[in-house]
């Protein structure tokens, strides 16, 4: 860095050549954002298999914008300085400003390689929220689950090279003379302001600046997600988290009181009466028809488990045979095909799983976020109400996510974490003990509230399915193998089954000690696979719900193709135990809608990816910040899940005010805090 510095300090640089260096500087970081570009396709070769190789040279090409963009807010500064009496000829701190520069936008680039291929997203306040957790868990998932050290040693050579290029560049750049023309540095000064900024906003259009939206030109999403910036989403991840969320775009679409009218049309059922409105907006009163049959349920076990996702389930359609026992309980269950998760996070399935709350845009991080604090009205709440008792057991530290706050908050009697199980058979360092563990004092939790007597529920949360992976040896399933290659997130789903039908033999070996009980099993989220269908990128929404219990499949069937997503969890609970109950969830009983109501789910991925969409039957509508709706037709067939465009204006437009309604209603109700509702209410009502 030292070689930097100016050889003649008594002269003075010439406007262009100050013009040229910052030119010159301009493309060493396009390049370098070209060359970025090309390892993330490397390392996801997969995803482009079935994406035309003009799509992803026309990714690299609308990619431009981008790069532009940003490398020009890291010249914004140089600009400035040419209107200094020496211009730029102090190259000593210039350089130093950029070399800066192209070491963080290097590490960023390699840390992106293995953040799309987990997420499928570019960098976004995912990044943030890893960063605010608990360092020792977050540096210890990332050395045993990454090869840290090689891509330590790739950020280093992919920055050296950029600095190699800045250097030439300065070097070639010094043009000087003893009498400079001001009047001349002033006017090439403004055109270079001129050209930087227009650069910088990523268009010379009037209006809007460029938007992350404008880099969806086509219909394949990876080529799609390939043209934009990691450095530029995650600059514009860091601008919203200081946003006023009040100020949230889904609020302009519609009054609160015409948003709160269709959400009553959609989600309020025939047995259910709106109750309070004027405070509680969405707070009803479910009713059971008459003559409707005593339910023969009492308690409930719920398990969430992590990624585990549909398009892996063999009894799904999967051909992997990663989930033999899973496949051998849904024969006796009933299972839904085409149930989401509310998000693409472990946390968002918590909420919506346990709060019957959505995913909405800008409150990503709920269980963070001071509207966490609310008092939901979802299955702890319930429950409660009819003097249920409660254990929720998890493998991992509840400090995590604040989850141990937030279900504390909710009224949780007991919860059992990572710290206080006595000599697990297996305890990885970076998230806790293994899923037999967590069976095994889930089993011990059940049985005991069961033999108490009291009514009660259980909530039991897997979690060895997550980087790094970190399983038992010996291992008691057989790794997947793909091609000759492990796959470990396959290997690890096999042992979450494989724990998972450890417990269900210890229940059914009970007899019928369990026959008042309700068990339910359904996936937090999924995973990403080689295949990205719809702007959404769908798949990784597409999780199991399974219902297992005395009689279910006699008087429900084996399965159900209605649509649903995490909060119809609690309402369809409620419903299979009978009876009148008081609720504010943003759900409903998916066993049931009116005749021909084929369900839906709204969904949104994690982190600042404004992405949404509507499920309904087999119509998907998606909507991109900044481009237009797109309605589409899914098959969500594991061995080749497709889509196709759908060309119906009406369905459309039906869709898109739904969904705008169901946004703004929650985020209103979430900001006046109207997601539950008070206890003197309750007693009123349910008088």
Known sequence: MARFSSPNASLRHSARADLAYIGGSLLAFMVLFAVARGMLLWRNLPLAADVPAGELARAFLVGMRFDLAMSSYVLVPLVLGMFLPGGLSQRRFWNLWLAIAAAIFSFLAVLELDFYKEFHARLNSLVFQYIKEDPGTVASMLWYGFPVLRYLLLTTLLAMLAIAALRWVDRHTRWSV????????????????????????????????????DAFFGQYLFANHLALNGSFTLSKAALASVADQRENPWLKHLSTADALQVLHHDLVAPQETLLASDTFPMLRRFDPPPGT??????????ILSESFSAQRVGVLGSPLQVTPRFDALAKDGLLFTRFFSVGTHTHQGMFGTFSCFPNLPHYEYLMKQPEGAHRFSGLPRVMAERNYDSVYVYNGDFAWDNQGGFFRAQGLNKLVGRFDFVNPRFSDITWGVSDEDMFDRGFEEVVRLQQAGKPYYAMLQTLSNHTPYALPDPLPVEKVMVDGVEEPHLTAMRYADYALGEFFKKVQAKGNFFDDTLFVFVGDHGFGGSRQITDIDLTRFHVPLLFIGKDIQQRFGGTRTTVGSQVDIVPTIMGLLGGSYVHNCWGRDLLALPAGDPGRAIIKPSGTDQTVAII??????????????????????????????????????????????????????????????SDQLHDTVVQ
């Open 293 to 302: 049959a005593t339910s023969p349920f009492r308690n409930v076990v719920l």
């Open 178 to 213: 003893k009498q400079p023309n001001y009047g001349r540095r002033v006017l090439v000064t403004l055109m270079a302001a001129l050209l930087i900024t227009s650069c910088a906003r990523g268009t010379f259009r009037s209006g809007s600046p460029l938007r992350w939206g």
């Open 616 to 677: 309904e039957g087999d119509m998907i509508l998606s909507q991109v910040p900044g481009a237009a709706p797109k309605l589409e037709r899914i098959d969500l067939d594991p061995r080749r899940p497709r889509v196709e465009p759908l060309d119906d204006a009406d369905a459309a437009k039906r869709l898109m005010h739904s969904m705008q309604a169901f946004f703004h209603a929650g985020i209103t109700a979430l900001q006046d805090n109207k997601v539950g509702h």
